[in-house]
């Protein structure tokens, strides 16, 4: 029986722009400012410009962090049984520092696992998203400097959501994981070249023994990528114990635009 390798494949971007791609991170887990808005009336009233009185762990649910409503229902017995219930909005707010040397860079905030949010950064609204599956990504480059900034996160729990959702996923229903809110997953701040890769795609062939890829390449707006660009590869197999591993030669992007597809390998025993 042919055994089939899978292949990791690192790519590296090298442009006349810059040096080789890097990404920096600063983790937003741990105390933050909280208020709880169950009227929604805090965009109004203009919390979110305010120092919040109470505080709360992130990653976590206000179940976790013991706010809500107490739940005195002890003959439920179909359901899971919460300890505090809300259904709502809330407000979580933090202090972030910015480093100097994130200046100029594309800088992103990333939550993974909440519910619907919007997003201020200080005074400023940035926008919002109900992805309660995929991670949520806010940029924020346009007014993140350097120095410090009070960022401040709006998670709904109740109408920002279809009632569909609500009623029947099972991200939501109490039968399931409960309908919390807060952020559970990773949450941070990412700083990235202005050149960087938004999606890396590989195909393999064992037919032709090659692997094709497809690069997906950040631009500042309006622009294209420089023409002389270098895309560097380096491919190596991890799933068997005879290790195969090729340098392949640097490729010169010569089109234009953010996109960038070829293949390599052919003549090259990546089946055994």
């Known amino acids: 029986m042919r055994n089939y390798l899978c292949l990791l494949v690192i790519v590296l971007l090298i442009s006349a722009c810059g040096a080789p791609e890097s990404r920096k991170q600063i983790s937003l887990a741990g105390s933050w400012g909280f208020r709880p808005d169950p009227e929604g009336i805090g965009e109004q009233e203009a919390w979110f410009v305010q120092v919040l009185d109470d505080s709360v762990k992130l990653p976590g649910t ?3 962090n013991r706010k809500g409503e107490p739940n005195t229902d002890l003959e ?3 359901y899971l049984f919460r300890e505090y219930r809300y259904v709502g909005k809330a407000w979580y707010q ?3 520092d910015i480093p100097l040397d994130w200046q100029g860079q594309i800088i992103e905030l990333r939550l993974e696992r909440t519910r619907a949010t919007k997003v201020w950064l200080d005074d400023t609204y940035i926008g919002a998203s109900d992805f309660i599956s995929g991670q949520q990504v806010y940029d924020l480059s346009r007014w993140l ?3 410090q900034h009070t960022l401040t996160i709006l998670v709904d729990n109740g109408g920002a959501l279809p009632a ?3 009623d029947n996923s ?4 109490e039968s399931t994981q409960t309908n919390w809110n807060g952020i559970i997953g990773e ?3 990412e700083a990235k070249p202005l050149y960087h890769f938004r999606d890396i795609q590989a195909y393999t062939s064992p037919q032709t023994s090659t692997v094709r890829i497809e690069l997906d390449i950040h631009t500042p707006a309006g622009e294209e990528v420089p023409s002389g660009t270098i895309v560097s590869l380096d491919i190596e197999s991890f799933n068997t114990d005879k290790k195969h591993r090729l340098r392949v030669s640097q490729s010169v ?3 234009g635009g953010d996109e960038y597809r070829d293949s390599y390998g052919s003549g090259y025993a990546f089946v055994e």
């Open 76 to 78: 439920e017995t179909t």
């Open 145 to 147: 400097s350097p120095g």
């Open 62 to 64: 206000m179940d976790t």
């Open 187 to 189: 949450m941070v701040l």
């Open 253 to 255: 992007v010569t089109a």
């Open 164 to 166: 569909q959702i609500l």
């Open 94 to 96: 933090k202090q972030v």
């Open 170 to 173: 099972h991200a939501c229903t």
